[in-house]
């Protein structure tokens, strides 16, 4: 009777367990999510999410390419409401962004976010616009994510764990897009000009340091880029895309560097030159931001 009563009882905990976790799956919740905002996922935990994705919703495409310092491919994740992942056609009718996340994987608020938006739009919780197709890198530095720790970003409130800035081979890959030392670049590379995106948006975190906004934005220099597509980076992108935010509450202003200084000195503004991902894709007339 005993032993009926444990085996019921280790029964009725995996079964619940088992139930939990189906409901977790129907729902796709993200780690993030799970976990109440305090761990994100791992590089194998992100893949398996995307391909998760790509399985049960038509609109979204999972690819990999290249080689990374770490010896494993950039994946490319692409959503559209239309289902063609074909690059050429789509840029004929709908315009590109490209989101790459995870060149700082300790800096790892938009891999869980990305992970989400996809999710919401490919399920219709969030409209899935018709002419805009959505691609992203879901982790960059993958050798920097798979050399997870808790103690490199001390300054910085959470996640519990989370990857290195360096990548498998020590390079900040943030510094190497025109030299191009690391596999990762020249993946990059590949991708970026098979995607040829409209705009792109490189995510970061601040490490650490006490900004009063949640949200900083770097736009590429609009003087950089020059001409029609400057100015409408200036004078329509930026101030449509802070006042938007500013109407949810989440207000944006722009990133600056306050290394060493007092705030009585200024602030400047930083130079995204184009070993930094954005001065890069500047080169190629995208519009570029970093978040
Ligand atoms: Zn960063």
């Known amino acids: ?21 189906s409901n977790k799956k129907n729902t796709l919740e993200t780690v993030f999510e799970m976990s109440n905002g305090k761990e994100t996922a791992t590089y194998d935990e992100t893949i398996l999410y995307y391909t998760t994705l790509a399985k049960k919703f ?28 074909n690059f050429e056609e789509i840029r004929k009718s709908q315009r590109i962004v490209l989101i790459n996340n995870g060149i700082h994987p300790g800096e790892s608020d938009g891999i869980d976010a990305t ?3 996809f999710r919401d739009l490919a399920n219709g919780t969030i409209e899935i616009p018709e002419n805009t197709v959505i691609a992203t890198i879901p982790i960059y530095n993958i050798g920097g994510s798979l050399n997870r720790n808790s103690t490199t970003r001390t300054n910085q409130n959470g996640p519990v ?20 030392d ?10 970026f000009h098979k995607v040829k995106p409209d705009v792109f948006i490189d995510n970061h975190v601040s490490n650490g340091a ?16 020059g001409g029609p597509l400057g100015k409408f980076v200036h004078d329509s992108v930026m101030p ?5 935010l500013r109407a949810k509450q989440w207000d944006i202003t722009p990133y600056v560097n306050v290394f060493n200084r007092t705030p009585e000195s200024g602030f400047s503004q930083f130079m995204d030159h184009p070993r930094y991902s954005t001065g890069y894709t500047t080169l190629f007339n995208t519009i570029g931001m970093m978040v």
């Open 210 to 225: 006490d900004y009063q906004y949640t949200l900083t934005h770097l736009f590429t220099q609009h003087n950089k880029l």
């Open 58 to 85: 038509k609109s979204i495409n999972i690819d990999s390419y290249g080689e990374t310092d770490s010896g494993l491919p950039l994946h490319l994740v692409t959503i559209n409401s239309a289902g063609n992942f």
């Open 182 to 191: 690391t596999k990762n670049a020249r993946s990059f590379t590949e991708i």
């Open 161 to 180: 764990s989370y990857g290195f800035r360096g990548n498998a081979r020590n390079y900040d890959l943030n510094r190497d897009f025109i030299k191009a």
């Open 115 to 117: 992970m989400m938006l």
């Open 1 to 21: 009777m005993k032993n009926h009563f444990i085996f019921i009882l280790v029964l009725s905990v995996l079964s619940f367990n088992c139930k939990e976790i």
């Open 240 to 244: 449509t895309l802070e006042s938007k």
